[in-house]
């Protein structure tokens, strides 16, 4: 991780992921699947966890989805974050059916709750790394 002018660490591309990455910065949510079973699946991988198929292609996917958890950070364990508390560490179970780690913005940290339909925006960070969060949809 680096932090460029951001001032916060900012995800490097490898190989695998930048395909990832070229879509955020696109502003399309992409996840991998397998060509032999269309297994989707998140996060970036050389294999299909559900067959190990190592056929795979990246596809966009709708962005929406459900919040299957949070928490309210305001203790957050890198010191570079303490400006941004409070704020919502969120698990989202895309409709597709991948679960990504992300952000919950737009919305008040108590207003946060199981199930609430979200949808991804992108935060443009640096002019390389768009990082994908979620708000109230
Ligand atoms: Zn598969």
């Avoid at 399309?28 to 795979?56: A, D, I, M, N, T």
Wanted: hydrophobic share 35%; net charge negative.
């Amino acid at each position: 991780m680096t932090t460029q002018s951001y001032g916060l660490p900012v995800p490097e591309p490898n190989a695998l992921t930048q395909p990832f990455w070229d879509a955020a910065r696109r502003h399309e949510l992409v996840v991998q699947r397998c060509r032999p079973g269309s297994h989707l699946f998140f996060y970036p991988r050389e294999y299909c966890p559900v067959c190990l198929s190592g056929e795979l292609e990246w596809v966009a996917v709708s962005g929406r989805g459900r919040l299957y958890s949070h928490t309210v950070v305001n203790q957050p364990g890198d010191p570079r974050f303490q400006s941004r508390i409070p704020y919502v560490y969120a698990v989202v179970q895309l409709d597709e059916g991948p679960r990504m780690v992300s952000n919950l913005v737009d919305c008040a940290p108590e207003d946060a709750r199981v199930d609430m339909c979200v949808a991804v925006t992108f935060d443009d960070v640096t002019p390389q790394i768009s990082l994908p969060k979620f708000r109230p949809a």
